[in-house]
């Protein structure tokens, strides 16, 4: 069964530091893969997706991932985290079942300290 | 850019009553879908929906659940007899193709009493 896993309930980093936030798929075809971000009370926005191609992929707000097929992972990462990317973060993986859907992980809150 | 719109923002319900969730996708996308999200939890999908019929559905999306496009810029989630844990907030989204990434609305906080 398709599914993804977030192992970090919630993370905590300094302002300026690094980030990295994991995420492993199951899913027995090529992966689809999407970072989305979730503000209090918004709806989901797109970081970044990766179809093919180019294992690194560039999102919006300073935002990159990396996909590992050997490792079944598409960790996210941003260089140095602002104050304002404080929010839930949710892996997914889109998958065709017949009709298309979206599986989502159960999402990394991240909290940024001044 | 292009958003889809969710309304209303927050609907509040007796147990046992219908209830309509709407949503206006972005206009040039052909695959709808719905999925819901209780409070502190996961978000799960309900249905997907392309060429004026279901194309798949959850366990979750029982017979108390419908959706419709009834003209060209609407996609409704209806709930016939809304129960307690039907509560949640309830996410419409498009895409351009099955594949593509969807596109969230904003949401509909969905509180039955």
């Known amino acids: 069964a398709q599914s993804v896993t977030q192992p970090d309930i919630h993370i905590t980093v300094s302002e300026g530091a690094s980030l990295e936030l994991r995420c492993n798929y199951s899913y027995g075809a090529t992966p689809y893969l999407f970072w989305y971000v979730q503000s209090p009370g918004q709806g989901l926005q797109l970081l970044l997706k990766y179809f093919s191609g180019d294992t690194l992929v560039q999102g919006i707000k300073g935002f990159e991932a990396e996909f590992k097929r050997s490792q079944s992972s598409f960790n996210l990462r941003k260089p140095s985290v602002h104050w304002s990317d404080a929010a839930e973060y949710f892996c997914?993986?889109?998958?065709?079942?017949?009709?298309?859907?979206?599986?989502f992980g159960a999402g990394t809150r991240l909290f940024v300290k001044a | 850019e292009p958003e889809v719109t969710q309304t209303p923002s927050h609907q509040v319900t007796q147990m046992g009553q219908e209830v309509i969730l709407r949503c206006v996708p972005i206009?040039?996308?052909?695959?709808f879908y719905w999925y819901r999200q209780i409070l502190g939890q996961k978000v799960e999908f309900l249905v997907s929906?392309?060429?004026?019929?279901?194309?798949?559905k959850s366990e979750i999306f029982d017979d108390q659940f419908s959706v419709e496009r009834p003209d060209g810029s609407n996609f409704t989630l209806k709930i016939r007899s809304t129960k307690l844990e039907d509560s949640a907030m309830y996410f419409c989204?498009?895409?351009?193709?099955?594949?593509?990434?969807?596109?969230f609305g904003d949401g509909t906080r969905l509180s039955i009493l």
């Open positions: 929906f392309y060429n004026n019929e279901i194309s798949e």
């Open positions: 989204a498009s895409s351009s193709g099955g594949e593509q990434p969807q596109h």
């Open positions: 206009s040039n996308h052909l695959y």
């Open positions: 997914a993986v889109g998958v065709d079942t017949g009709g298309f859907k979206t599986i």
